[in-house]
């Protein structure tokens, strides 16, 4: 974001669709950092409808000084002089206006793009429970679609609307100054415009919300379904997933017809309207022309003011289309900046003491329960210490609350009662930052990021030395075949790091925990996915991860955690057994049953 940039505004919870331009004021505090620029721009638009008022005056002295003096050589010196005005004009008219244009442009270049990064921004530091129930496809919609549009209306739109009311304004003054008698019903066509108008702009406003929100379903579905295309493909559902994405185009197709609809019959109202405001011009001055009323010159300059009242209304009518369709899309980004993450920062974050040989952990009778399932517990009154240096595994079936265990530890999630303490301090009272310093991550599912392995593994420590890399590659045995790439460390690995075998996208992922070198270790199902020799290199590079930290480990391959100092067997959210893997099968409990299952089936295949 810009140095200047604003944070991102506290806006009120989601309501319903608002029916006026009321919620484009939420843009205003990233309009704040460049008043000098809108300033300018404010400027270089005044003077350049002033510049369009003064042509009628200029092309009326042509006419009446000009084109109708007596003396043949006073008129060609009197025409040259008025040629002469009226290319100043057009000259003062033409550099204001591309000064005009080029502060507006700048100003809706960035204020668009502070807008889409304090989104981004924004959305990346919400916890899990967010994206729960909001799809990734909807935010890049809205990252996209919606701040484009509202750069078209900040960059193009609203500057053509002011400027068009200022010189519509402008025109309105000097009609009444040169001939107060036409201003009646100048003034009734001006009702009869902008009433349809207004009574119109709501019905416009929901269905520019709704055509936002349709595309957003069609941007939903589309990232979902890229992201998972292998899976797409074996089952044979390409047509079925092209057909739902052709569903969802159409209904926004359909919406944005509606829209444009009721926009054309507006801009066609609008239009006669001018058309017949112009035409009635002609004809009052005209009759007052051969009256000897006014001069040819004074009809002349009172038609264009009409014409430019009008046609200025007639504009503004479609700008005001426009920003109605903006505040949909300016909502439906207020609505993601008002999100509040149920984690936040404390007001007084404590500090950790200095870790030595790994982090003490303590769950003391911890209960808590998903957002989006709030009628089941996915932990019931967890009490749990892990010792510094300690290696701690979780086994159990699937849905006993392992995974939940160690997202309580990152803090994405708070407990609803009970405690979480890392070192002796409760981690609500850790600034989130310091927390997760302290932790080094290794998931079930890899990411690699659309960068080199070089990159990838620093993503542990940006400022890590490339030296420290290359120790971090060897002790997670990645070093030899990221040395075998074809650009070695500076070899790009493809999105989500489809060039790579899944064992080697996960020595990568333990390479960077290693490199973080934070003294508690999470190992969420580390080595779930491999083949007998990928397991084998990784399960020695977690071996190096694991060494003078305190490591929770979680894994279904129960061969995996034998060496653990102790195994601690979840179910239904609570412990259910503890101790050794030898201790555990001698009890002939849940953890025997496991085991007994896991090793039969290894021993018939």
Same mark, same amino acid.
């Given at each position: 974001?810009?140095?200047?940039?604003?944070?991102?505004p506290?806006?009120?919870?989601?309501?319903r669709?608002?029916r006026?331009?009321?919620p484009?004021? +939420?843009? !205003?505090?990233f309009?704040?950092?460049?008043?000098?620029?809108?300033?300018?721009?404010?400027?270089?638009?005044?003077l350049?409808?002033?510049s369009?008022?003064?042509?009628?005056?200029?092309?009326?002295?042509?006419?009446d000084?000009?084109?109708?003096?007596?003396?043949?050589?006073q008129?060609?010196m009197?025409l040259r002089?008025h040629?002469?005005?009226?290319?100043a004009?057009?000259?003062?008219?033409?550099v204001?206006?591309?000064?005009?244009?080029?502060?507006?442009s700048?100003?809706g $270049? !960035?204020?668009?793009?502070?807008?889409?990064?304090?989104v981004?921004?924004?959305? /990346?530091r %919400?916890?899990?429970?967010?994206?729960?129930?909001t799809?990734?496809g909807?935010?890049?919609?809205r990252l996209?679609?919606?701040t484009?549009?509202?750069?078209?209306?900040?960059?193009?739109s609203? =500057?053509?609307?002011?400027r068009?009311?200022?010189?519509?304004?402008?025109a309105?003054?000097?009609?009444?100054?040169?001939?107060?008698?036409? @201003?009646?019903?100048v003034?009734?066509?001006?009702?009869l415009?902008?009433?349809?108008?207004?009574?119109? +702009?709501?019905?416009?406003r929901?269905?520019?919300r709704?055509?936002?929100?349709?595309?957003?379903?069609? =941007?939903a579905?589309a990232?979902?379904?890229?992201a998972? /295309?292998?899976?797409? %493909?074996?089952?044979?559902?390409?047509?079925?997933?092209?057909?739902?994405?052709?569903?969802?185009a159409?209904?926004?197709?359909r *919406?944005a017809c509606?829209r444009?609809?009721m926009?054309?019959?507006?801009?066609?109202?609008?239009?006669t309207? *001018?058309?017949?405001a112009?035409?009635w011009?002609?004809q009052?001055?005209?009759?007052?022309?051969?009256r000897?009323?006014?001069s040819a010159?004074?009809?002349g300059?009172?038609v264009?003011?009409?014409?430019?009242?009008v046609?200025?209304?007639?504009?503004?009518?479609?700008?005001?289309?426009?920003?109605l369709r903006?505040?949909?899309? *300016? $909502?439906?980004? @207020? $609505?993601?900046?008002?999100e509040?993450s149920?984690?936040?920062?404390?007001?007084?974050? !404590?500090?950790?003491p200095?870790?030595?040989g790994? #982090?003490a952990?303590r769950?003391?009778?911890?209960?808590f329960?998903?957002?989006?399932r709030?009628?089941?517990?996915?932990?019931?009154?967890i009490?749990?210490?892990?010792r510094?240096?300690e290696t701690?595994?979780?086994?159990?079936?699937?849905?006993?609350g392992?995974?939940?265990?160690?997202?309580?530890?990152?803090?994405?999630?708070d407990?609803?009662s009970?405690?979480v303490?890392?070192?002796?301090?409760?981690v609500r009272?850790l #600034?989130?930052a310091e927390?997760?310093?302290?932790?080094?991550?290794?998931?079930?599912d890899?990411?690699?990021?659309?960068a080199?392995?070089?990159e990838?593994?620093r993503?542990?420590?940006?400022?890590?030395?490339d030296?420290a890399?290359?120790?971090?590659?060897?002790?997670?045995?990645?070093?030899g075949?990221?040395?075998a790439?074809? $650009? +070695?460390?500076?070899?790009?690995?493809g999105e989500?790091?489809?060039r790579?075998?899944?064992?080697q996208r996960?020595r990568? =992922?333990i390479?960077?925990?290693?490199?973080a070198?934070?003294?508690l270790?999470?190992?969420d199902?580390?080595?779930?996915?491999?083949?007998a020799e990928s397991e084998r290199?990784? %399960?020695?590079?977690?071996?190096?991860?694991?060494?003078?930290?305190? *490591?929770?480990v /979680?894994?279904?391959?129960? #061969?995996?955690?034998q060496? #653990?100092?102790r195994i601690v067997?979840?179910d239904?959210?609570?412990?259910v057994e %503890? +101790?050794?893997?030898?201790?555990?099968?001698?009890?002939g409990?849940?953890y025997?049953r496991?085991?007994?299952?896991?090793f039969?089936?290894?021993?018939t295949?």
């Open positions: 974001m810009s140095p200047t940039a604003p944070e991102p506290a806006a009120p919870p989601a309501s669709p608002a006026s331009t009321r484009l004021a +939420g843009l !205003r505090p309009f704040a950092p460049y008043r000098r620029q809108i300033a300018l721009a404010g400027l270089f638009l005044v350049a409808a002033l369009t008022l003064l042509l009628p005056v200029a092309l009326g002295a042509l006419v000084r000009g084109l109708l003096a007596a003396d043949p050589g008129r060609i009197a002089g040629f002469l005005a009226l290319f004009v057009g000259a003062a008219l033409g204001f206006s591309a000064a005009r244009f080029h502060m507006v700048w100003i $270049e !960035r204020v668009t793009a502070d807008l889409r990064e304090a981004y921004a924004h959305v /990346i %919400q916890s899990p429970a967010f994206f729960e129930t799809r990734g909807e935010v890049l919609s996209t679609t919606d484009t549009l509202v750069q078209t209306v900040v960059g193009s609203l =500057s053509l609307g002011l068009n009311a200022v010189t519509g304004l402008g309105l003054v000097m009609l009444i100054a040169t001939n107060p008698r036409i @201003m009646l019903p003034f009734a066509v001006l009702a415009v902008l009433l349809p108008v207004l009574l119109a +702009g709501r019905r416009v929901r269905l520019g709704a055509s936002q929100d349709r595309v957003a379903d069609t =941007s579905i990232a979902e379904v890229l998972a /295309i292998p899976v797409v %493909q074996a089952h044979g559902q390409e047509e079925r997933e092209a057909r739902r994405y052709r569903d969802a159409e209904e926004a197709f *919406t509606r444009s609809r926009r054309a019959v507006l801009m066609g109202f609008t239009i309207a *001018t058309f017949a112009v035409l011009g002609l009052q001055g005209t009759g007052a022309v051969m000897g009323e006014i010159g004074h009809l300059s009172t264009v003011y009409v014409a430019i009242l046609g200025s209304v007639a504009v503004l009518s479609e700008v005001w289309g426009e920003l903006a505040a949909g899309a *300016t $909502e439906r980004l @207020m $609505e993601l900046l008002a509040r149920a984690v936040q920062d404390p007001p007084a974050p !404590r500090r950790l200095p870790a030595a790994g #982090a952990v769950l003391r009778q911890v209960v329960r998903y957002p989006s709030p009628g089941h517990a996915a932990l019931a009154g009490d749990l210490e892990l510094p240096g701690v595994a979780l086994v159990g079936p699937s849905g006993a392992k995974s939940t265990l160690l997202q309580l530890l990152l803090r994405f999630h407990v609803e009970g405690a303490e890392i070192d002796g301090v409760d009272d #600034a989130l927390l997760r310093a302290r932790i080094g991550l290794v998931p079930q890899s990411t690699i990021f659309s080199d392995a070089m990838n593994i993503y542990g420590r940006p400022d890590a030395s030296e890399v290359f120790a971090a590659a060897r002790a997670a045995q990645a070093d075949f990221i040395r790439l074809p $650009e +070695g460390y500076r070899t790009f690995l989500r790091g489809v790579l075998s899944g064992g996960q990568i =992922s390479a960077r925990a290693i490199l070198d934070a003294p270790l999470l190992l199902e580390a080595t779930s996915a491999l083949d290199l990784v %399960q020695t590079a977690l071996e190096a991860a694991m060494k003078n930290r305190t *490591t929770l /979680i894994a279904h391959r129960l #061969a995996t955690v060496r #653990a100092d067997v979840l239904n959210g609570m412990i %503890q +101790g050794s893997h030898a201790e555990l099968v001698l009890r409990g849940l025997a496991l085991a007994a299952m896991q039969q089936s290894s021993a295949t």
